[in-house]
């Protein structure tokens, strides 16, 4: 049988007509290679962003249900000009809203996740020799509403829809030629993995390197699917997301990843009881607030009063907001302050699961720089700092040239300090 795969072009490689033409032909070219190809793109340039503004112009709080009817667009008006570019090169396209293509999520409007993929009319359009294009970000709720996927959710659809054809490897094309040690635009000396394990790229998403949806890894690494990052502009490879037993390097630190699209929230005297950390995590889970690193500090004297602090997704800011105020006046929480200001700088590396001096040495090299660090969490392979967000890329230029990551030559797991100079 013929094999199938899936190329996902996001927003930078479809901006204008040119470049919808380059994808076509970049389509067309895999066709003619003897591939069935099922493309997924994103919204045209910052059509999205325009699209959200749009809709905030008009109303302070957008319904979700009809930011999604609005936001759902961009992504069709990629796929019918693709369809079209493609059927002028003399192949025939037929394009696909997500709830066409038979993605169906739960009905959490703006954030909804994927429960399951009937792609029978993909496979017949495939059967039919037609070469299938489907909006990303989307899909139809079991309440048959329009849903979409949250910021990057193409990545999602791409990875869902391999899946679900059992397609052969999903490219993942973007302005970057793969994933590197750092954001290129940030590092301009940041080097392209060859690969990357799952579990490193998944803290990659979490902290930031936008390269990748969180959730399209996440469903890689549950579903068995081969993701290839790559350019939309050069044909060069890009990276590889392996399982951890495929992977042939263990570097020490992989990649250092930046986020400043996160906001903090402060509450300050907060009872100190049992239950009380639970109230507030559980308004902020059921406002659908994701939420990162959190730090409570003990009051010093048994029952005075706790602060408790937390990061989330600086677009999540505003329901959390909302969420929390019922919960301070039930409590008696004195004061909740928010902070927009913040960014975070992580460093990601199966390798350092068993070096402490990795930790030493991230806090050593943004003390050299002046840098105070608000916050700290980690995980076994990824230690993240909260820092002023006005110094975010000094920190990730400084970390970067710390862990020597723009060399070629893989640091191994070598104790702290020993690595080739
Ligand atoms: P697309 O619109 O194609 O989906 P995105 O903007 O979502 O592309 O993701 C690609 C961007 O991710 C790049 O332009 C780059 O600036 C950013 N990025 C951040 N961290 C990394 C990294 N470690 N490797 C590659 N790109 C990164
Ligand atoms: N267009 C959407 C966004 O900008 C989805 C995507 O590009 O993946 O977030
Ligand atoms: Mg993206």
């Given at each position: 049988m013929?094999?199938t795969i899936v190329?996902?072009?996001?927003g930078?490689?479809?901006a204008?007509?040119?470049r ?11 066709r003619?290679?003897g ?6 793109l994103s919204?045209?340039g910052?059509t ?6 749009m809709?905030?112009?008009v109303s302070p709080?957008?319904d979700?249900r009809e930011m ?11 796929c019918?000009?693709c369809a079209?570019?493609i059927?002028d090169?003399?192949?025939r396209a037929?394009?696909?809203t997500?709830?066409?293509?038979g993605?169906?999520t739960?009905?959490?409007?703006t954030k909804a996740r ?6 029978d ?6 059967e ?5 294009l ?5 899909g139809?709720s ?5 849903t979409?996927?949250?910021?990057g959710?193409s990545d ?7 899946a679900?054809i059992g397609a052969e ?5 973007s302005?970057?030629?793969g994933?590197f ?12 993995l060859p690969?990357?394990?799952?579990e ?9 390197a936008k390269?990748?949806?969180?959730r ?9 699917v081969?993701i ?5 502009f050069?044909?060069s ?8 037993d495929?992977?042939?390097?263990h570097p020490l630190i992989t990649a250092v990843?930046?986020?400043?699209d996160?906001a ?7 009872p100190?009881?049992?239950g ?7 308004a ?14 003990e009051?010093?004297e ?7 602090s937390f990061?989330?997704?600086a ?6 907001e909302?969420?929390?105020e019922?919960?301070?006046?039930g409590l008696?929480?004195a ?6 200001e913040?960014g975070?700088?992580s460093?990601?590396g199966a390798g ?10 991230v806090?050593?090299t943004?003390a050299a720089?002046?840098?105070n ?15 002023r967000s ?5 920190a990730?230029?400084?970390l ?11 640091q ?8 080739a100079?």
């Amino acid at each position: 049988m013929t094999a199938t795969i899936v190329m996902k072009f996001g927003g930078t490689s479809v901006a204008d007509a040119e470049r919808i033409k380059r994808a076509a032909r970049r389509i067309v070219g895999k066709r003619d290679a003897g591939k069935r190809v099922v493309a997924v793109l994103s919204a045209r340039g910052q059509t999205t962003d325009e699209l959200i503004q749009m809709a905030e112009e008009v109303s302070p709080t957008p319904d979700p249900r009809e930011m999604d009817m609005l936001l759902s667009t961009g992504e069709r008006i990629s796929c019918a000009l693709c369809a079209m570019a493609i059927n002028d090169l003399g192949h025939r396209a037929i394009s696909l809203t997500g709830s066409q293509a038979g993605i169906v999520t739960d009905a959490s409007h703006t954030k909804a996740r994927i429960i399951d993929v009937r792609a029978d009319r993909i496979r017949q359009a495939l059967e039919d020799d037609l070469i299938v294009l489907v909006a990303g970000f989307q899909g139809v709720s079991t309440s048959r509403d329009v849903t979409t996927l949250g910021r990057g959710g193409s990545d999602t659809t791409a990875v869902a829809l391999a899946a679900a054809i059992g397609a052969e490897v999903c490219e993942i094309y973007s302005d970057v030629a793969g994933v590197f040690t750092a954001d290129p635009r940030v590092v301009p000396d940041a080097r392209k993995l060859p690969v990357v394990s799952f579990e490193e790229m998944l803290e990659m998403a979490a902290s930031g390197a936008k390269v990748l949806q969180l959730r399209s890894v996440e469903y890689a690494r549950t579903h068995g699917v081969r993701i290839h990052c790559r350019s939309s502009f050069e044909e060069s490879p890009g990276t590889f997301v392996l399982g951890e037993d495929e992977t042939m390097e263990h570097p020490l630190i992989t990649a250092v990843t930046h986020s400043t699209d996160e906001a903090r929230i402060t509450l300050t005297g907060v009872p100190d009881r049992p239950g009380v950390a639970a109230a507030i995590f559980r308004a902020l889970a059921d406002a659908n607030c994701n939420v990162d690193t959190i730090i409570q500090n003990e009051p010093r004297e048994e029952g005075r009063d706790a602060e408790v602090s937390f990061t989330i997704a600086a677009e999540d800011l505003r329901a959390a907001e909302r969420a929390l105020e019922p919960i301070r006046t039930g409590l008696g929480i004195a004061e909740i302050d928010t902070d927009s200001e913040i960014g975070k700088v992580s460093i990601i590396g199966a390798g350092m699961r068993s070096h402490p001096g990795v930790a030493a040495q991230v806090f050593e090299t943004l003390a050299a720089r002046g840098i105070n660090i608000e916050m700290i969490s980690t995980s076994p392979i990824k230690i993240s700092c909260v820092i002023r967000s006005d110094e975010v890329p000094e920190a990730v230029q400084a970390l970067h040239e710390s862990f020597q990551l723009s060399l070629a030559e893989v640091q191994r797991e070598r104790p702290i300090g020993q690595e080739a100079r």
